[in-house]
């Protein structure tokens, strides 16, 4: 009678019953995560820290930042805060469809290594100014909230690009 088989046989389901409690134990912590998600979502996106932000930047209030008619009364600019290749304080005016990225092709160009080569584009539409993103690979943040779809800039308002960030402003 061979003495190993009862041995074998208990490893056998000894390596089961670890591979059970594995499989139990990542099962239990996705649907943690996947609760702690959705009470996150509930909540709402979290809020930047007070005072960061000014007031009125994408608040509940009128989009307008060109004249009507076409004829521009404000002339609407980015003000770079910080980007690597750039000073602080450098004002790019926003006259017409612009491009923000790392290519050849783009108008405001990036020397950013988290930007893409077409990252977003900023252009008038009627009387606001509308910031887009491209299909950026890491996205495009308005006031550090991610851009799904094409959203009208306020003065005050923030553009971050990887570690590039941009003030709204009109003059």
Do not use: C
Not at 72 to 77: A, D, F, N, T
Not at 80 to 104: F, K, N, S, T
Request: proline share 6%; hydrophobic share 40%.
């Amino acid at each position: 009678m061979n003495t190993l088989a009862p041995v074998s046989v208990a490893l056998k389901f000894g390596f089961l019953a670890v591979m059970y409690l594995f499989l139990l134990w990542i099962a239990r912590s996705a649907r943690s995560d996947l609760r702690r998600g959705a009470a996150a979502g509930e909540a709402g996106p979290a809020q930047p820290a007070r005072g960061s932000i000014p007031q009125d930047a994408t608040g509940m209030h009128s989009a307008s930042t060109l004249g009507t008619a076409g004829a521009r009364q404000q002339s609407p600019r980015l003000v770079i805060e910080r980007a690597p290749g750039h000073d602080p304080g450098m004002i790019y005016d926003l006259d017409g469809d612009l491009v923000l990225g790392r290519g050849d092709h783009a108008e405001i160009r990036l020397e950013d290594p988290f930007a893409s080569s077409r990252h977003a584009r900023v252009y008038e539409q009627g009387n606001i100014v509308v910031i887009e993103d491209l299909g950026s690979t890491n996205g495009t943040y308005l006031n550090e909230e991610l851009l799904q779809t094409p959203r009208p800039l306020h003065p005050g308002d923030r553009v971050r690009i990887g570690d590039s960030e941009f003030t709204f402003e009109v003059d």
